[in-house]
């Protein structure tokens, strides 16, 4: 037997020998019941009053919440183990079936596929990321909790690693991947640009893939033909065991993953194939570096130097420039006229990573001369208050994301002659007012992200206003749409002509709203014209309208499956916002503001579509958790955090209720 295989047995062997294994319903340990008492929130000091019913042994309530807590963890940390013995027994039982009564001639290729699912099982045995206990100590990246003796024995794998190549387990993982399409191995190798134990966000891996062209979806039918076809790249290589799929906010888990991760053990044969490939230029350690004179690709890292090319040439050869930790940005660009991606602003799951800039004016003139670029990425970079209009020049230019931003005050007059967008994120760029009147030519666009609706789209002064602002109504002309972000900059909701301009989208599936000055502490004067407002109101004789009313009684989009809403002002819920509006949307998001109840309908047969439920910083929202459950019967998943009037939800410590008799998506 290798040393790999004695090494994860002898791991079962010790949680086996520390824990008696019970055969326990996976979902009787992830799950709890409608009923009973749980700690709502991360902060018991919201939720569990002094006057509650003490323990059984007198305890605290606090005390007798995490030791629950801490039973339930226990519980399901040995389910998975349990788990782990019920697969080794059913392999084993498959493997004596074949001997007796599998075919000579086919005994060798069904013993081989066995021996593959055994190698991918094995890397995930270590470390699931959903017991890793472990803390990152960088802003964004995370370790995978494993103990000490297998430290020691990763240390000596990538000390020796090329020496090792014939371990059965690395020879597994190598046989795996060759099986794998061209496509599937290119998308693959790009993980290994990021640091070990990285958690990499969805979305940045998917831009990166369709900017090189790794990812290519000739579909024409459906406008989110590339989600499902990375999705589906995601599944594989989970499911083969190349990557760990990361659901969000690690214990605060969603019930889908939005991000995935390396094991360190995969990680390490991924970078052998890599530099075979002349992928990366990677170093001893495995980091990728600034260097592209053998390949291709070269990362940004802090400390490294890009250098310049001294021939055109040289200078062609470059495709992808990915910045991977470099926080100062000094660069020269006009010589990689052949680059496809470009992404120097910030890739982790932290906001708090921002990207500085020196010359920002030479750094974006740069980017002009690259003709082919397909993806653009400045996220989080500081010092941009105005893009170039060469940067419209980029005719090939697919992606383009701006968000977060913060001094960027005004988007080019000529952004609508990109043809080619699909993707526009300049949300969080809190400094823009209005949106260019081009915006509505770009009629390939499926996700627009952080679009103003200034004034209604009205303009105050013509004076003032030469050119005029796009509106939502000019939306109409992108046909491909299917998730936008919209911004409100004042506490005003959405009225009945802006339910009309969304109902012309006819692919709108995802939608979000912010309302921003709901959110802002209102100064002295602006608290003093709020005090004239109202009186004048009182004053006033005309009656009043229904609040949200929908005169023309506008359908809202029929096909939104998702709705996220941020800050909103208003005690009760839109109008536009009821079962019978939205009949199929299944995620409900609403995080601050001032809604006070979720149901605005009155009828006891008002039951929604939703299964997923996020409720957020909602100081004055008050529910019973019978009456939420009766509105929303098909709940599977439900999240909450920072809502202090919603007591007496049975959830976990996290502010997490799963549905125990659903089954759990992704």
Not at 440 to 462: A, E, R, S, T
Not at 617 to 628: G, P, Q, R, T, V
Request: aromatic share 6%; with cysteine; glycine share 6%.
């Amino acid at each position: 037997m290798d040393w790999e295989s004695k090494h994860w047995e002898s791991l079962l062997a010790v949680a086996n020998r520390k824990y008696k294994l019970n055969e326990v319903s996976p979902d009787d340990q992830l799950s709890q019941s409608d009923g009973g008492i749980g700690n709502t929130d991360g902060n018991n000091r919201d939720n569990i009053s002094k006057d509650e019913i003490r323990g059984p042994d007198n305890s605290s309530p606090r005390v007798t919440s995490l030791r629950e807590k801490i039973k339930n963890d226990l519980s399901h940390f040995k389910s998975t183990l349990a788990w782990w013995r019920q697969k080794a027994d059913d392999l084993e039982s498959e493997v004596r079936s074949m001997m007796m009564l599998a075919p000579h001639d086919t005994l060798e290729d069904k013993l081989r596929d066995v021996e593959l699912e055994i190698s991918s099982l094995k890397l995930n045995l270590a470390a699931p990321h959903n017991l890793s206990k472990a803390k990152s100590s960088t802003p964004g990246l995370s370790k995978v909790g494993v103990d000490a003796k297998s430290n020691q024995m990763l240390e000596k794998l990538q000390d020796g690693f090329e020496k090792m190549s014939a371990s059965p387990t690395i020879q597994g993982v190598q046989q795996l991947y060759n099986r794998l399409d061209e496509e599937y191995k290119n998308c693959l190798l790009c993980l290994t640009a990021f640091p070990e134990n990285a958690i990499i966000k969805k979305r940045v891996l998917i831009n990166w893939w369709v900017g090189e062209g790794l990812l290519v979806v000739t579909d024409p039918k459906g406008s989110m033909a590339v989600e499902k076809a990375a999705e589906k790249i995601f599944k594989e290589l989970g499911e083969k065991g190349f990557i760990m799929l990361v659901h969000k906010k690690g214990k605060r888990r969603s019930p889908v993953p939005d991000s995935c991760q390396l094991h360190p053990f995969m990680r390490r044969v991924l970078i052998t194939l890599a530099k075979k490939a002349k992928f990366f230029d990677l170093d001893l350690q495995g980091n990728a570096t600034p260097d592209y004179s053998q390949c291709t690709r070269a990362c940004l890292v802090e400390g490294g130097q890009l250098s310049r090319p001294s021939t055109v040439s040289e200078g062609r050869k470059l495709k992808t420039l990915f910045n991977m930790n470099e926080q100062f940005l000094d660069l020269k660009l006009d010589f990689f006229i052949s680059c496809k991606v470009l992404q120097l602003g910030r890739w982790m799951v932290s906001a708090d990573h921002n990207i500085d800039v020196d010359d920002a004016p030479s750094l974006l003139r740069g980017m002009g001369t690259m003709k082919r670029l397909r993806y653009l990425s400045l996220q989080g970079v500081t010092k941009i208050g105005k893009l170039p209009a060469s940067i419209c020049d980029l005719y090939n230019l697919t992606i383009l994301d701006l968000g977060a931003c913060q001094s960027l005050e005004t988007l080019p007059r000529e952004i609508g002659s990109l043809k080619k967008l699909t993707y526009l994120d300049f949300s969080e760029c809190y400094m823009i007012s209005r949106m260019p009147k081009s915006l509505k030519n770009l009629q390939q666009l499926q996700v627009l992200k952080g679009f103003v609706l200034y004034q209604d789209g009205k303009k105050k002064d013509k004076s003032e206003n030469r050119e005029e602002a796009c509106t939502l109504s000019d939306l109409a002309s992108m046909k491909k749409l299917w998730k936008l972000s919209l911004r409100l900059d004042k506490a005003d909701d959405l009225e009945d002509e802006h339910i009309k301009d969304l109902s012309q989208l006819p692919e709108l599936t995802s939608l979000m709203i912010t309302w921003i000055q709901a959110t802002k502490q209102p100064s002295s004067s602006d608290r003093g014209a709020g005090r004239k407002s109202k009186r004048r109101k009182e004053s006033s004789k005309e009656p009043k309208k229904p609040e949200n009313s929908l005169s023309g009684g506008e359908p809202f989009p029929g096909k939104l499956t998702k709705l996220d809403l941020r800050g909103y002002p208003r005690p009760s819920m839109p109008k536009w916002l009821t079962h019978s509006e939205v009949k199929v949307l299944e995620k409900l998001y609403i995080r601050g503001g001032n809604l006070a109840n979720l149901n605005r309908d009155s009828h006891s047969d008002s039951l929604w579509s939703v299964k997923i439920l996020r409720l957020k910083f909602l100081a004055n929202c008050e529910i019973e958790w019978l009456d939420l459950r009766h509105h929303f019967p098909s709940l599977v998943y439900l999240e909450k955090f920072h809502c202090p009037k919603l007591k007496l939800f049975p959830c976990d410590g996290y502010g997490i209720w799963m549905n125990p008799n659903a089954k759990e998506e992704g």
